[in-house]
């Protein structure tokens, strides 16, 4: 617990770098966003079936991390499940106020640092939960002026057949109770 906190915290303040620093000094991961970006858009999935059930996504513990110093990117975090429904597929999100806002992982490389890239749509099946939680998934928040513990923001999750599910996320410095402990 208190290790994987060691480790975490200096590559989520890397991983923060790489995004919002594309200047010739930023990390080598930096390179190769663009062309992740690509090939996700060029491997989109086929559509989901209709299976005749409206979906219904039930979200909590969503919260989103005070900006660092200085920074103007930042990372929200949730979970979603299937209330209703047999499958459906979070293919984007926004949040009031911010430029864009981007579905990213994280991935250990070669030397076990932490990278982080754009991913694609993600599927959502009855039983399950999408965490997007630190370490792991995240929404990547670009231009949104700065949040401070405390304050709240509204956005959205799109879904591809359950459509706009709106979300009121909340500044604070670590996950709320409930969710997702990584
Ligand atoms: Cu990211």
Not at 70 to 84: H, I, M, N, Q, S
Not at 89 to 95: E, M, T
Not at 142 to 170: I, K, S, Y
């Amino acid at each position: 617990m208190t290790l994987r906190h060691t480790l975490f915290i200096p590559a989520a303040l890397l991983a923060l770098a790489a995004c919002s620093d594309p200047s010739p000094e930023a990390p080598a991961g930096h390179d190769g966003m663009d062309h992740d970006a690509m090939d996700t858009a060029a491997a989109a999935p086929a559509p989901l079936p209709d299976d005749g059930i409206e979906p219904v996504i039930a979200v909590s513990a969503s919260w989103i991390r005070p900006h660092p110093q200085g920074r103007d990117v930042t990372a929200a975090y949730f979970t979603a499940r299937l209330a209703e429904g047999e499958i459906d597929r979070l293919v984007a999100a926004r949040i009031g106020g911010a430029e864009r806002v981007e579905l990213h992982t994280h991935t250990m490389d070669e030397q076990g640092m932490m990278r982080m890239r754009p991913v694609g749509p993600q599927d959502l099946a009855a039983g399950e939960t999408l965490d997007f939680a630190p370490g792991g998934l995240h929404l990547m928040v670009f231009g949104l002026a700065p949040v401070v513990e405390g304050d709240t923001v509204e956005g959205v999750l799109v879904f591809e057949r359950a459509g706009e599910v709106p979300v009121r996320f909340e500044a604070r410095n670590s996950a709320p109770a409930g969710a997702m402990d990584h």
